[in-house]
Nanobody, 117 residues
Framework: QVQLVESGGGLVQPGGSLRLSCAAS????????MSWSRQAQGKERELVAA????????NYADSMKGRFTISRDNAKNTVYLQMNSLKPEDTAVYYC??????????WGKGTLVTVSS
């Protein structure tokens, strides 16, 4: 079964950085695009970044462009999200996401990122 386990969240000051990791299992990781999403309290979940199966192409939500970088290591079945220049409005639960796997979407349990001084 598909398992997505996020790690790396925590408390960081504005302007700081964090690197999130997602360990994936239960499917052929190297054959599927992966994404990161986030949900702030009281708001809808939004897509943050996506990366193709081989890692050759990435996409970002406008507010994350230039600050966040998604990457993957197919040998380790892991996808990463490097977050720089963090802002208080980046505070949210961040989810590793596998979309459209045999018609279903899968989410990890999430990791909380809090940006506060």
């Amino acid at each position: 079964q598909v398992q997505l386990v996020e790690s790396g969240g925590g408390l960081v000051q504005p302007g700081g950085s964090l690197r999130l990791s997602c360990a994936a299992s239960g499917f052929t990781f190297s054959q599927y695009a992966m994404s990161w999403s986030r949900q702030a309290q009281g708001k809808e979940r939004e897509l943050v970044a996506a990366i193709t199966a081989a890692g050759g192409s990435t996409n970002y939500a406008d507010s994350m462009k230039g600050r966040f970088t998604i990457s993957r290591d197919n040998a380790k079945n892991t996808v990463y999200l490097q977050m720089n220049s963090l802002k208080p409005e980046d505070t949210a639960v961040y989810y590793c996401t596998l979309l459209g796997y045999f018609g279903k979407d899968y989410w990890g349990k999430g990791t909380l990122v809090t940006v506060s001084s």
